[in-house]
């Protein structure tokens, strides 16, 4: 059974997708709009599964001429058996709160924010050393 809208998308979800089209991140969008990075990373799942938004290249670990950095993959279930019952409780709590449907889509997100984050340190890192700038 194929499902059709019969409504139109919210002007916020419209301004995300627009914005991710100009490349920015979930994180710079939420900095951006001053929305809520859940909000932001629903509208982005939504205009990915809808096609409107194309899906990041997804490379595997030890694809072409990167066995040099090949890795076991592991699985979900090898992270929660390694994890407290309490911290379980505390990371379905928290993939909840960005309304993440899985922990892998969570754990998904957690990287790309640290990602994120490496590269806008290496971007202050990188001024600082062209204009003599020191981090306090």
Known sequence: MEYT?????SPDTLK??????KGLSAQEISHQTGWKFGKINSALRRGRDAGVIPRPSVKPISSGSHHKNYMRLGNVSAILDALTDKQVDWLA???RKIQCETLAEYIVEIIRDAHEEHLQNNKSKTKSR???WTKG
């Open 130 to 132: 062209l204009w003599g």
């Open 16 to 21: 995300i997708w627009e914005l991710s089209k």
């Open 5 to 9: 809208r019969t409504y139109e998308r």
């Open 93 to 95: 709590t928290e993939a």
